[in-house]
């Protein structure tokens, strides 16, 4: 049972916009900064989102975060076959000490 | 460019002791803090662990708290885990990341443990 809390899985088809939910707490979404990421298959996971809705270099800008109290989203537009791949959300956690992760979305372009 | 390389991984058996090496290049390693984050077979991620750019503060996770020690050797640009009393539960790709605002921002490939008899 993962701290932050994200649908198993999410689709949708070629140029629609996608978005992927991301709850969690007072302790950690509601106070602190939300990174998301990329993991294509059999690779690394890969910075898509920093500090709630910041993009780092080279990440296209179809992808969007953004975040409302202890809930953050990613939103993704013009879908494409190469977005196929699991997204997570992470936060830092006070109460924890320590960083917490959502259990992951598998995303499917139809 | 940046780069984390992930060494150390294996098979081994319950109970036993592995340790795990991620060297770094292309940044400022003395400048960063380091995270250890696993993932099990196709499951999600779990925080291992961070270390403070300096060394001097360590914070871990609950499952593996007091089996595990993060440490660094900024001489060597070395980030290192120390996996004593594995369970069969640690089976997992262990992936070293570098710290942004104390999360994960950049991540090496991973290195392989398998904890089985």
């Known amino acids: 049972q993962s701290v932050l809390t994200q649908p198993p899985s999410a689709s949708g088809t070629p140029g629609q916009r996608v978005t992927i939910s991301c709850s969690g707490g007072?302790?950690?979404?509601?106070?602190?900064?939300v990174n998301w990421f990329q993991q294509l298959p059999g690779t690394a996971p890969k910075l898509l989102i920093y500090?709630?809705?910041q993009r780092p270099s080279g990440v296209p800008d179809r992808f969007s975060g953004s975040k409302s109290g202890t809930s953050a989203s990613l939103a993704i537009s013009g879908l494409q076959s190469e977005d196929e791949a699991d997204y997570y959300c992470?936060?830092?956690?006070?109460?924890?000490?320590?960083?917490?992760f959502g259990g992951g979305t598998k995303l499917t372009v139809l | 460019q940046v780069q984390l390389v992930e060494s150390g991984g294996g098979v081994v058996q319950p109970g036993r002791s592995l340790r795990l090496s991620c060297v770094a290049s292309?940044?400022?390693?003395?400048?960063?803090?380091m995270h250890w984050v696993r993932q099990a077979p196709g499951k999600g991620l779990e925080w291992v662990a961070v270390?403070?750019?300096?060394?001097?503060?360590?914070y871990y996770s609950d499952s593996v708290k007091g089996r595990f020690t993060i440490s660094r050797d900024s001489s060597r640009n070395t980030l290192s885990l120390q996996l004593n009393r594995l369970r069969p539960e640690d089976t997992a790709v262990y992936y070293c990341?570098?710290?942004?605002?104390?999360?994960?921002?950049?991540w090496g490939q991973g290195t392989l443990v398998t904890v089985s008899s």
């Open positions: 500090d709630n809705n």
């Open positions: 270390i403070s750019r300096d060394g001097s503060n360590k």
């Open positions: 990341a570098r710290d942004g605002r104390w999360l994960p921002d950049f």
């Open positions: 992470a936060a830092w956690d006070d109460g924890l000490t320590g960083v917490v």
């Open positions: 292309g940044f400022t390693f003395s400048g960063y803090a």
């Open positions: 007072s302790s950690n979404v509601g106070l602190n900064p």
